[in-house]
Nanobody, 123 residues
Framework: QVELVESGGGSVQAGGSLRLSCVASGSIYSNICMGWFRQAPGKEREGVATISPGAGRTYYADSVKGRFTISQDNAANTVYLEMISLKPEDTAMYYC????????????????WGQGTQVTVSS
């Protein structure tokens, strides 16, 4: 079992920035992939960014490329999402998720989820 706790959400104006953090605990091994997903009201949950264990290969949704950066601190079992140039369409509940071995942006592949942190971007 893996437990995930997110922090760092909030309300900003368009063009602003936020940094999300997610700390993992429990049955963590070196092969865990962690990432961020988001869900806006009335929409399906979508993959935002994930990062692979070891080499730290990253995957991004097209809508956030160039604006969001995912990184990890393996020693602290923490993954970060740095978000700049935020847009109103980035407004959503952001969830941290984890799975063992491979990475990707398909939310259905991830068995472990945090409670989520709200990001609201006003125009």
């Amino acid at each position: 079992q893996v437990e995930l706790v997110e922090s760092g959400g909030g309300s900003v104006q368009a063009g602003g920035s936020l940094r999300l953090s997610c700390v993992a605990s429990g049955s963590i091994y070196s092969n865990i992939c962690m990432g961020w997903f988001r869900q806006a009201p009335g929409k399906e949950r979508e993959g935002v960014a994930t990062i692979s264990p070891g080499a730290g290969r990253t995957y991004y949704a097209d809508s956030v490329k160039g604006r969001f950066t995912i990184s990890q601190d393996n020693a602290a079992n923490t993954v970060y999402l740095e978000m700049i140039s935020l847009k109103p369409e980035d407004t959503a509940m952001y969830y941290c998720a984890a799975r063992h071995f491979s990475c990707g942006l398909n939310s259905g592949d991830y068995p472990y989820w945090g409670q989520g942190t709200q990001v609201t971007v006003s125009s």
